[in-house]
């Protein structure tokens, strides 16, 4: 399966692993280790400079590092049954596959959860030729979750527990109460957290945002719990901002616990540029 996005996975904390050796790659980006110098061109940051080279020759150069490598990439990834709505779950495959294509492409292990209110899938990390296979067909047989509700704090012991460290991605629409997270995670409190998380919120181009929708009563029903609701769309514009309120409190909520996130709809044309820019803006803000 080609992957349907080109995903640069950047780490925001150097990573810790049980792997022997050094933990950096073999190509130059943003890193510990140092790679070389070169010549300063327009755009390098002047933070970069290497003014012991300067004084010595009379220009300037820029230090340049080798890119961190060596993670064990966890795709963590919602089968509840909302996310069956509409072509939530496409795009979270489409997303999964594409990030554990990128990390196997350059030798990083790749691992996949499955998860409702439980742990469903397990496919522990691994670098062998057959696990991206492995993981394409998980995603394609993933089970329809028929539990009531879905829960995001056992998924993420389940981790803790099975592995020393990672970097892990989320991906749902995290229609879920997030209150337990907090405690649960080191991130938000650590310089060197073990579990580095990172969210994509995907959601419907409903749940995002009602529009061009005519006057009436809408009846919606959770696909969870059942319970339906009647939605007067004469108060549309006032649904919306609701909308964007529960929006803003699920990215406060996982930033309280440290995981930094993208709004994804459905529809976006720059998904793959949101995803990336997720990455970059982290690593932007290494410490």
């Known amino acids: 399966m080609k992957p349907p996005y080109r995903f640069n996975i950047q780490l925001k ?7 022997a050796g050094d933990w950096a ?8 280790e140092f790679w070389g110098l070169r010549k300063f061109l327009p755009g390098d940051s002047w933070s970069r400079i290497d003014w012991k080279a300067r004084a010595r020759s009379g220009e300037l150069y820029v230090r ?25 779950f496409a ?27 439980k742990v469903l899938v397990w496919i522990p990390p691994s670098a062998a030729p057959r696990q991206f296979h492995r993981i394409v067909t998980a995603l394609e047989q993933a089970p329809v979750a028929r539990s009531r509700q879905t829960r995001l704090a056992p998924a993420l012991e389940f981790i803790m527990k ?6 892990g991605v989320i991906i749902s629409d995290f229609h879920t109460d997030l209150a337990d997270l907090r405690g ?14 990172v969210a994509l919120h995907v959601l419907e181009e409903s749940e995002y945002c ?16 059942g319970r339906q609701i009647a939605l007067d769309l004469s108060r549309q514009q006032e649904f919306n901002t609701l909308l964007k309120r529960a929006r803003e409190r699920t990215v406060r909520s996982l930033a309280g616990a440290g995981i930094d996130s993208a709004v994804l709809p459905v529809g976006a044309k720059d998904i793959q540029t949101r995803v990336n820019t997720l990455f970059a803006r982290r690593l932007a803000a290494r410490v």
């Open 25 to 32: 790659g073999h190509d130059k980006g943003t890193g510990y």
């Open 184 to 197: 649960l995670m080191d991130a938000a409190d650590s310089r060197l957290p073990a579990h580095e998380l």
């Open 162 to 167: 099975r592995l020393s460290s990672c970097l």
């Open 91 to 117: 795009v979270a495959r489409d997303l999964a596959v594409s990030l554990a294509h990128a990390a196997l492409r350059s030798n990083n292990p790749c691992g996949l959860l499955l998860f409702a209110d």
């Open 64 to 88: 340049e590092f080798l890119k961190d490598s060596a993670y064990n990439l966890l795709l963590i990834c919602d089968v509840s049954s909302s996310m069956h709505f509409g072509d939530k």
């Open 210 to 225: 009602l529009t061009d929708i005519e006057n009436g009563l809408l009846t919606l029903r959770d696909m969870e719990s």
């Open 13 to 19: 904390h150097p990573p810790r692993n049980d792997m």
